[in-house]
């Protein structure tokens, strides 16, 4: 089945010490997004990408890294410089350059700081 | 800039009734619009979408039509259930800069009671 794959689905963590989040996507889809999603904030986004080795911060990139070595990959670290980073996360992709192409989204991780 | 207004929840609504979720955005050029509902502990999931001014995007009965003039698109259901309890996401795509950007609202939680 294609589809879009987040893991872990849950991910704690001690404080300083820094996080990937794997998303992979077997849709042959060109763009792909990290969202974090807070209660009362909807999603806001961290960094995209619309091809391999190539991608642009968002709206709240700061404390985040990314790579998009593989068109199916697009993991998010989340470093330790990241002041707040309990959240739910979502990765999504969509085939860039396709006129009101939906976005698919993965299942979450909820990643908990302690 | 580009960005997605909605109304704030949440909203309870007794089965049956009639739901209006309003969304307005501002947009550079001519962005895709699209509503995604995200059940609980999920990702979010495509519901309907509209590519132009006049369109209609309808999908398990809600509609909401791209309303160029307003710059809205509301999401409206005649005769809501309880299976349409979940948090719904207006959403514009832009192209900017070469590269397309998916951008939410906040998110309106709906709670339907029996």
């Known amino acids: 089945d294609g589809g879009i794959t987040q893991s872990p689905k849950y991910l704690f963590r001690k404080e300083g010490q820094n996080v990937t989040l794997s998303c992979e996507q077997n849709?042959?889809?060109?763009?792909m997004y990290w969202y974090r999603q807070d209660p009362g904030q909807g999603l806001r986004l961290i960094y995209y990408?619309?091809?391999?080795?190539?991608?642009q911060k968002g709206d709240i990139a700061e404390g985040y890294s990314v790579s998009r070595e593989k068109k199916e990959s697009f993991p998010l670290t989340v470093t330790s410089a990241q002041k707040n980073p309990t959240a739910f996360y979502l990765c999504a992709s969509s085939i860039a350059a396709a006129w009101g192409a939906e976005a698919f989204f993965g299942q979450g991780t909820r990643l908990t700081v302690v | 800039g580009n960005s997605v207004t909605q109304m704030e929840g949440p909203v309870t609504l007794s089965e049956e009734a009639f739901l209006t979720i309003n969304c307005t955005y501002t947009?550079?050029?001519?962005?895709?619009l699209f509503w995604y509902v995200q059940y609980p502990g999920e990702g979010l999931q495509l519901l309907l979408k509209?590519?132009?001014?006049?369109d209609k995007g309808s999908n398990k009965g809600f509609e909401a039509t791209y309303r160029k003039e307003t710059t809205s698109f509301h999401l409206e259901k005649g005769s809501v259930q309880v299976s349409d309890s979940a948090v719904y996401f207006c959403a514009l795509l832009i192209t900017q800069g070469g590269s397309e950007k998916l951008v939410f609202g906040k998110g309106t939680k709906l709670t339907v009671n029996p």
């Open positions: 509209a590519t132009k001014a006049d």
């Open positions: 947009a550079t050029g001519y962005p895709s």
């Open positions: 849709l042959n889809h060109d763009a």
């Open positions: 990408s619309q091809i391999v080795n190539d991608f």
